[in-house]
């Protein structure tokens, strides 16, 4: 009996001590683990499949909206918007309608990346984010807040891709390489 | 007019409300478990399920700081491996559908607390030794548990991308799988042994028999 309780005194402070200093460091383990992580990830080279040639090896953020939801400027195929404002042109075969902000280099924080990059398409692509307790999260993009949409489903967002899969992270948590394409679409569940 | 509900609170302050109304909640259980009778296996089994839910909804401001995995390791070790895995199951399902968010990741959860609750009737005989609880080993095997469970859970990205993502994702993870890890060690140091104390009182021969078929099984 007296070895259970020892054991519990002094369990009990070192279980609260333990956990606050895991509250405490967690922060900068995260970063760390963070950039750990991205080595996992390839530099898919297929997602600048559909991209100017001229963007290879250099940073890219596409949005695409929804068919029945287009955005007013960029509703026929998808945009190519230079890294200084310039329309580069549009594909059309993409089978999808939006804009892609490209050219970019040396990016290393997605939300850095994202807020500079769309103030490249004249206010066409303006972001539209709050900060919460687990980080930014992206409510508009070109005017589009999913909370409007209606249709099958229970309800809509901006999702995440990187270099053509599922974010892990959020944009404000995202870190970035050369060469990485980021895309946002409207995801619904 | 004034919206008194609409006063923005810190996370710290949101956490300290909810730790608050947590207390409220166990102290009323406590009371509500002297009422019952001894071998009431059943009514245990409920009080337990509403400190599951109420406690992983409230603790929600630290991710994976609750209650949950100490609970279905001591059902297990004194309930068997049945009432484990009821527990386990609407604990999970509960909490998803009141407040967590429910997806393909609660059949998961539901799985991986299972498994937790049947290494625990598993174990029962290591854990309660002459009615009283271990709780260097409880404290141990709650750690390994909540990893495992995190990791365990992880897998339900499977289902919407490739095996590549895994490594990365289990890799970010790592915080909160501490956080799980730390926080169980916290409620066994903190809860455990009280809780030990209830459920014996309820832990009927029948239920010993229980936990005895399981490990047989």
């Known amino acids: 009996m007296s070895s259970t309780d020892s054991m519990s005194d002094w369990l009990k402070p070192a279980s609260v001590v333990a956990l606050l200093a895991l509250l405490l460091l967690a922060p900068s383990i995260q970063d760390r683990l963070a950039e750990e992580s991205t080595r996992y990830i390839e530099d898919n080279e297929s997602s600048h499949h559909g991209l100017p040639a001229e963007w290879d090896e250099q940073q890219v953020l596409c949005i695409y909206f929804p068919s029945d939801s287009p955005h007013s400027e960029f509703n026929l195929g998808v945009t190519m918007i230079g890294p200084d404002g310039e329309e580069i042109g549009t594909n059309e075969d993409l089978n999808r309608t939006g804009a892609c902000v490209g050219g970019f280099e040396g990016y290393s924080n997605g939300l850095d990346f994202m807020m500079n990059s769309t103030r490249m398409a004249n206010g066409h692509l303006s972001v539209g984010y709050e900060v919460g307790q687990w980080g930014a999260f992206v409510h508009t993009i070109g005017g589009l807040n999913p909370e409007t949409l209606t249709g099958d489903f229970n309800g809509a967002y901006w999702h995440l891709d990187h270099n053509g899969a599922s974010s892990m992270v959020g944009i404000g948590d995202l870190v970035m390489s050369e060469g990485d394409v980021i895309e946002w679409s409207i995801g619904t569940w | ?217």
């Open chain 2, 1 to 217: 007019m004034y919206d008194f509900h609409n006063g923005y609170l810190s996370p710290l302050q949101t956490l300290a409300l909810n730790v608050a109304v947590l207390s409220i909640i166990v102290l009323s259980l406590i009371r509500s478990e002297r009422s019952l009778r001894d071998q009431s296996q059943w009514g245990v089994l409920i009080l337990l399920a509403i400190f599951g839910v109420s406690g992983r909804i409230l603790m929600e401001p630290i991710p994976n700081v609750q209650p949950v995995t100490v609970l279905v390791i001591l059902t297990g070790a004194y309930f068997g491996a049945p009432r484990a895995l009821a527990l386990a199951a609407i604990v999970a399902l509960a909490s998803n559908v009141i407040f967590m968010g429910h997806g393909p990741w609660t059949i998961f959860q539901a799985i991986g607390w299972g498994a937790i609750g049947i290494c625990g009737a598993l174990l029962s005989d290591k854990l309660v030794v002459n009615e009283k609880l271990r709780l260097n080993r409880l404290a141990l095997m709650a750690a390994a548990s909540g990893i495992a469970f995190n990791w365990f859970v992880s897998l339900s990205i499977l289902l919407d991308t490739g095996f590549s993502m895994l490594v990365p994702y289990l890799l970010n993870g790592l915080v909160f799988d501490l956080y799980h890890a730390f926080g169980n060690i916290l409620f066994v140091a903190w809860m455990a042994t009280p809780l030990g104390e209830i459920m014996s009182r309820h832990r009927s021969s029948q239920s010993l028999e229980a936990v005895r078929d399981g490990v047989a099984n």
